[in-house]
């Protein structure tokens, strides 16, 4: 008979250990969970990773060179160098497009005579 009670004791204690493994908290799936995150985590740090190699590296060009300073003058700055000469490509305007009239506030210029 005393068999039987450590036999159930022992089965007891095992269920409360399964039940606790795949229910309880810090189980299976609080820890799948958590990997799931984990990898979400690291896939936004590999993108911020590259996206601060970019930046050094442009850091890195701008403290070195000319050449990206300049760059950077003519193509946000619309600078030139002294010495040449700045064309601007203008697109033909579409035959549907409609003419810009002058405001209704604004007095009409006067007939020549």
Do not use: C, H
Not at 25 to 46: F, K, S
Request: cysteine-free.
């Amino acid at each position: 008979m005393r068999r039987w009670w450590v036999l159930a004791l022992l089965l007891l204690a095992l269920v409360g250990l399964q039940v606790k493994l795949w229910w309880g908290e810090g189980g299976l799936g609080e820890a799948r969970a958590l990997d799931v995150r984990v990898g979400a985590q690291r896939a936004e740090n590999a993108r911020l990773q590259q996206r601060n190699d970019a930046l050094s590296a442009e850091v890195e060009d701008l403290k070195s060179g000319e050449a990206a300073v300049e760059d950077r003058a003519r193509s946000e700055l619309g600078m030139i160098k002294p010495g040449e000469t700045f064309y601007r490509v203008v697109e033909p305007a579409k035959a549907g497009a409609q003419r810009v009239e002058q405001p209704q506030d604004a007095p009409a210029p006067e007939p020549r005579r």
